[in-house]
């Protein structure tokens, strides 16, 4: 591994962390405007996280260390998956260390510790929360790691990097079951960030709430760090999305050069996918939380039909 | 066969052990009602002698197979026993857990519960001591007495306090259950010994059985020790024995006494047997398969968190089984890489689940010490009052749930990648079902961390349900000891995978052939099993880039801001009147998974209408396997019986009768 | 000569097979003890023949042991038993006497076909003997089955024994004495603790209706 | 020198039966008992001793015939009797107590007991198998009185259906025994010689198979129903159950064994007559259906020892189908269970005559909680169930192991049977001891001291042939197997 290779790999993590506010941002000015509302400035993301980090925190009386402890955690989970999705270059340290299956892991400890923590402070809402993350989280995974298995069918490798680099430097090829995966992949982000039809990220309406009513008992910097957690992961997931089903423009090496060329059609691609989901989430109405499970399994089996499809066909 | 003189210290060694741990539990016996004696160091002392064993099994491992015959047994059969690379891996998973469970032992077992300690002692070291000769027996009679041995051990701890009817009955399902497996894989080996009057291991290896008895004997073992390991539908045993028996026994049974059965399942599958077909994996998948789901999908919805742990057990082994299978497929299309990495993927889960399983036990029997209570819609809030059990736990939860960096997540990692590279079988059917089955592989894992999640919760986080909670003792400085060893062994295994793989190795040549053991070797830290590009895994690289993450953010929120912090009341949207008892309770953290898994469940509801003057919430889970399997033989039993008994109805003439009958009979049949 | 003592031999078992058939028809006990004596009476006679024919002495010796036991010696015991526990009344069967018979004769057919192939290589002189003696053991054998006394049930178990010595003597020359002594000595000891039986039973029950037997049994 | 140590073994309980018929009522008389038994087991140690060295021989003039098939069945016999009659000393003194033993029965009692020792000895140790039956006969006639010792109704039912069904069947032997004299007349010639076991086996290939085939059935369902084979075991419960303890000792741990070993001298004639595999086939077929029926009959027992009656019928179709199937291995395996089948059995019903005297009942669902009366006792049963259910490493285990391996290939379709068979005997057996043993109790702890050494050295035997069959021991039971052939 180069001195490239190691820039490379702090500067994707710096981007990621400095660009998931703004896409955050991006999508809800983007939202308003489909509202016909005022939207708000595109960098409001970042004053709130501001605001948030200059305010005390405010913590229950009973809680207990692991309350404190999981925001960081948190946030140290996401931005490593960050680090890890080969988003400029597929030629990272981190890369190696951790494939597809690790990924998911890593966001499921994330979850498993934001629903502890919801849990410690035992009010009601937050166990609430906690087992409805729970539920979103057990039907999600095993459906994202379908997805991520049909292409990794398709490059025989779990390992990110190589998936992108098969995928770009091969003769445009159809692949019948990537579809399939698209589609499941996309229910399944929009279920892991709460997004509309399965959360909404603006309410606080008790019943139907679900991150809102995890991070409930959060303030001050905690909050700002579970926020900028959040924002990292729909990053994460949006650049997942992007190198598996549009990984052109990925840099092949770290060179200067190629990581700049990258870097632009990385902002260009989520710029087009902030569109894509604010439009979607206008359009679609927010489901019962009882509808969620169906809507996960269909994800889920979709999923799997894309990798029946894929193993039909390659047989 | 027969090893040098250098490389019989380590069979040696072993017998010691065994010796030892049969001492110190005639010791015991002869200070029958000297507790503190007998807690305090005749316990540790055995915990002792497990680490022993652990370090002769760790240097056994790369030897050459070594062979001794005792001169016990039958006439003509003595003790054969043989350590290879099999049984060292097994013995080493021993050593490491009992070690962590004695000294834990030490400082768990109370005065006046049922048995007096001495016994207990004597049948706690029994129990190590036949677990460990399981491990070493190579012959049929050898094989079956320790294996019996352990049974009838295991059985008197579990009804230690017998006094109590259901834990009495727990322990007689438990044991009838054993012995008809038991019985099953005598039969087993009859099919094995091929009719050559010799019972012992090597002869059963030498002989090649058509293929009718080779599958005769591979049913028979799987039934025998699918009994013991719990696999669906043979399990109805465990969730009752588990939860009946003290806590460090349950910890032995369900962390190693079901590891006993996997290593027989193996030994009969890949060293005596030779040549599997390929249905014989598909049949472990399935029932692997079945059993990691039902195991999962109870577990979340159980209220008693022994049982919990105890369905959990059941996933585990149906995830180890389902490897196992897996590998069988591979062997028999003569996939040998591929069949190495389903086993390495296997035993390593031996090990993981061994010892977080362990751990979680124990820390149950922490709780339940401290505060009375199994029932989980009754504790909550212990991380406060019992911070030690609580953090040790979590270590164990973080494990069981398969997350990374933690020892579960590895077995996990390798098992969906040996999934992953199935679809090269020359087999249309299984390349279509395998992908089916990675997914509710990855869906069991996905469970399990929300049962973990619920466990860990209910129990240690929150307000607690209970007033008497507030004031729980934390545990004793030997349990902190014994659950810290646990936890810092399931961490090692989650950070040095690599160094783990590369004592399976040897396992895997010695059964299949081949081994991970140069590729892990050539990647170093990185856990690679085929080739960097195609799959890796670095936990250490993963942890510190974690760490780092967290140490950042938390040092630059300081600097950069500041680090105030206010206690107020819980804010929980306004809402002062705050009680413990609107939490969820675990049947509230159950419902999602009862709702969406109902097929599977055999519930008992009863829903409160809205005009009940005192309305009252009742759900029962029950086991369907119970009703539709067991209570069915049970009724045939009886049937059977009362016609039976009709021969007997106290005529004299009747009698008579009979053995006129009989005798004009046999006249009939001789003359013919 | 001789053939004019095989036949008087066959007519001597033909005998033994009528009265069984008699006891099996008989209600009254009195009866089936004469019944009995004189089967007793006919083995006597068969044997003393069958030890002239054959010229071994100790035959001689049997009959006379013979005489003593099953003519004298224990229809006595057996008219003491039933004057004392006066059960002279007709005995009731379990099976009705009609169809008992054609068992019965069912029952001659077949040990005469199963003793025939055995017969035929019979060194001995009388070759039906042995089909004789199978016969009337299985008859006796029905008529401990068919009986509801105890007394009916004794006398039958003693008439099983009547067969076989008639077996014994006249299919093979008499078993060794030893053995025949010995045999002796435990049908003597065996009617005299069936004898205590009866008075314990009787006084326990107040009857020898073996029907009052019948509880231990699986319920 | 054979001759005098042949006369002790049979003498002394010949005298003893005599002794005691005379001082049987005394207070003595438990210590004579024991006295003379023990005397007869010492006895019974020189002669097996004298056989090992000497090899098999006759004795007294040909009228008796030792060798390692009846002499390890004679050191069995006469080990059991003397335990038996030791747990009998405060057995009986408990029975006194309580007044159910009379001073005439404890004579009756007493005296009944060595001659029954006696009839035993004779029809092992005897060349002659009209003896065989004699005594076989009159060994029935010693239980009929010692089984209804306590003149209550239920042991005089008992006591008269044992001796209607056994003297009838007994009747069926003697008939076999003269068919087998005829066949074997036409070959050794007329005289008295043709019944003795030598001249026999000298010609056991050349009589007549027709006729032998005829004989083995009466002698097999004679015997048979001795040895307690369903469908004509029918007395077996009610004897065991309603007769004293040490009643159903000696009959479970000596009578059955017996009576087995009377059809295994019948088949090894009838094997080599007819050179085909009928008798192994007939024991085989009413061994299973023995094992079968009585593991279902199991389920359904109240009376304790009427249950552990039924497992002896189980145990003895086990022995009786290891037999038929034959060959060295199954034939040790027959052998070794009749060893420890007969200890440990009789250890069970030791401890149960304990726990039911301690209790005033038999019945199970009253006697609870046995090892806080007494862990002797307690203790006692449950190793002794668990060991009798064939859990190693007690002996039954090792010979289930020799019989269910090898069935395995020669006999697969026995097999399922088994496991059925053996699944529900423990299903039954275990459910029902382990909450007599365990468990909280009412009744106050043992009064009197219970009679530990017998069970104690019974259970240490068993366990010890499970672990280690000793060389001497091995090889008697090598050589008995061979005799045995098939």
Known sequence: MSAWSVFAQVLEVLVALVLAPLLTGWVNQWRALLRNRRPPSVLQPYRLLHKLFVKDSVIAEHASPLFRMAPYVVFGCVTLACGVIPTLSTDLPMSVAADVIALVGLLALARVFIALAAMDVGTAFGTLGARREMLIGFLAEPALLMVLFSVSLISQTTSLATMVHTVTHRALAVYPGLPFAGVAFVMVSLAENARVPVDNPTTHLELTMIHEALILEYSGRHLALMEWAASLKLFAYSCIGLVLFFPWGVAPGPAPGALALALVALVAKLAVGGVALAVFESLSAKMRIFRVPEFLATAFLLAVIGLLVHTLTAA | ?672 | MAGFAFQLINVLGALLLLLAFAMISQRRILSLIHLYTLQGLALVVATTLVGHETGQPHLYLSALLTFALKVLLIPALLHRLIDRLDVRWDTETLINIPTTMLIGIGLVIFAFNLALPVAQLSASIARSSLGIALACVLLSFLMMIARAKAVPQVIGFLSMENGLFYAATAATYGMPMVVELGIALDVLIGVLILGVFMFQIREKFESLDIRHLETLKED | MDVEILWFVLGLPLAGSLALALVGHRHVAMDVNVGFSVATFVAACVLTVQTVTGGPRLALGGAFWIDPLNAFLVTLTAFVGATTAIFSRPYMRVERDHGKMTAPRLRLYHSMYQLFGFTMLLALTTNNMGILWVAMEAATLTTVLLVSVYRTAASLEAAWKYFILCGVGIAQALFGTVLLYMAAERVVGPGGGSLLWTNLEAVKSQLDPRIVTIAFAFLFIGYGTKVGLVPVHNWLPDAHAEGPTPVSAVLSGLLLNVALYAILRCKVLTDAALDSHLAGQLMMGFGLLSVVAAAFLLTRQKDAKRMFAYSSVEHMGLMTFAFGLGGPIANYAGLLHMTVHSLIKSAIFFSVGHAAQKAGTQIMEEIRGLVHVSPMVGWGLMLGALAILGMPPFGVFASEFLIITSAMRQQPWATPFLLVALGVAFASVFGRVQPMVFGDTSLKRLGHRPAAIPVYVHLGLGLMLGLWVPPYLDAWYRQAARMIGG
């Open chain 2, 1 to 672: 066969m027969l090893a040098g003189p250098g490389s019989w210290l380590a069979l040696d060694g072993v017998l010691l052990v065994i010796a030892l741990w049969l001492l110190v539990g005639l010791v015991g016996v002869a200070a029958l009602r000297r507790f503190r004696f007998v807690a305090r160091v005749l316990f540790p002392i055995g915990g002792g002698l497990g680490l022993a064993l652990a370090a002769l099994a760790l240097a056994a491992a790369f030897g050459r197979p070594q062979v001794a015959v005792l001169a016990i047994g039958l006439p003509g059969l003595p003790f054969h026993l043989r350590l290879d690379a099999l049984s060292a891996w097994f013995l080493l998973v021993i050593g490491v857990a009992s070690s962590g469970v004695s000294v834990f032992a030490a400082g768990y077992f109370r005065r006046g519960e049922g048995t007096p300690p001495g016994l207990l002692c004597l049948q706690y070291h029994v129990f190590l001591a036949a677990m460990a000769g399981v491990l070493i027996a190579d012959d049929a009679y050898a094989f079956m007495v320790v294996w019996e041995t352990m049974a009838l051990s295991s059985f008197f701890l579990v009804t230690a306090n017998h006094r109590i009817p259901e834990i009495r009955r727990a322990g007689y399902l438990y044991l009838l259950i054993a012995h008809i497996g038991a019985i099953g894989i005598l039969m087993c080996f009859g099919v094995l010994q091929a009719g050559t009057g010799d019972y012992t291991f090597a002869n059963m290896r030498a002989q090649h059985l058509s293929t009718g008895w080779a599958s005769v004997a591979f049913g028979l073992a799987v039934f025998g020790f699918g009994a013991k390991a719990g696999l669906v539908p043979l399990h109805v045993w465990l969730p009752e024995a588990h939860p009946a028996a003290p806590s460090p026994v349950s910890a032995l049974m369900s962390g190693v006494m079901l590891k006993t059965a996997v290593y027989g399942l193996l030994r009969v599958l890949f060293d005596l047997l030779d040549a599997p077909q390929w249905w014989w994996g598909a049949l472990l998948l399935a029932l692997g398969l079945a059993s990691a789901l039902m195991g999962v999908v109870y577990a979340a919805v159980q209220v008693e968190m022994k049982r919990l742990l105890a369905w959990s057990s059941i996933e585990n082994i149906g995830l180890i089984v389902a490897g196992i299978g897996l590998a069988t497929v591979f062997a028999a299309f003569r996939m040998q890489t591929l069949a190495a990495l389903a086993l390495t993927a296997s035993l390593f889960h031996v090990a993981t689940h061994a010892l977080f399983k362990s751990l979680l036990f124990l820390s149950t029997g922490s709780v339940l010490h401290a505060t009375s209570e199994r029932n989980l819609g009754k504790l909550g809030g212990l991380i406060r009052s019992m911070p030690w059990v609580a953090w040790i736990t979590l270590i164990g939860v973080l494990a069981s749930a398969g997350l990374p960096p933690f020892g579960g997540f590895v077995s996990e990692w390798l098992l969906l990648q040996s999934f992953l590279f199935t679809t090269g079988l020359p087999h249309e059917v299984l390349n279509m079902l395998i992908p089916i089955v990675a997914a509710l592989i990855a869906l069991v894992a996905a469970l399990a961390g929300y049962v973990m999640v619920k466990f860990f919760g209910v129990i240690f986080l929150g307000q607690p349900r209970e007033e008497k909670l507030a004031h729980a003792r934390d545990a004793s400085r030997w349990e902190r000891a014994g659950m810290l060893w646990l936890a810092i062994g399931s961490i090692a295994l989650g950070l040095f995978p690599v160094q783990v793989i590369e004592v399976i190795d040897p396992v895997t040549r010695g059964l299949i052939g081949t081994g991970l053991g140069e590729a892990a070797a050539r990647s170093g830290w990185l856990l690679a099993p085929t080739s960097v590009a195609r799959a890796s895994y670095a936990p250490l690289v993963f942890l510190l880039g974690g760490a780092l993450g967290c140490g950042l953010a938390w040092v630059l929120v300081r600097r950069l801001y500041h680090g105030r912090v206010r206690r107020a009341p819980p804010w929980d949207c306004g809402y002062p009147w705050q009680t413990a008892r609107m939490q969820d309770t675990a049947e509230g953290l159950g419902q999602p998974i009862r709702q969406i898994f109902e097929p599977l469940f055999r519930l008992e509801r009863e829903l409160p209408s809205p005009f009940d003057a005192q309305p009252r919430y009742r759900v029962v889970v029950q086991d369907p396997i119970w009703h539709a399997v067991y209570r069915p033989i049970g009724a045939l039993v009886a049937r059977v019986a009362s016609l039976v008994g009709l021969l007997q109805q106290g005529r004299i003439a009747v009698y008579l009768m009979y053995s006129f009958v009989t005798l004009l009979a046999l006249l009939v049949w001789v003359s013919r």
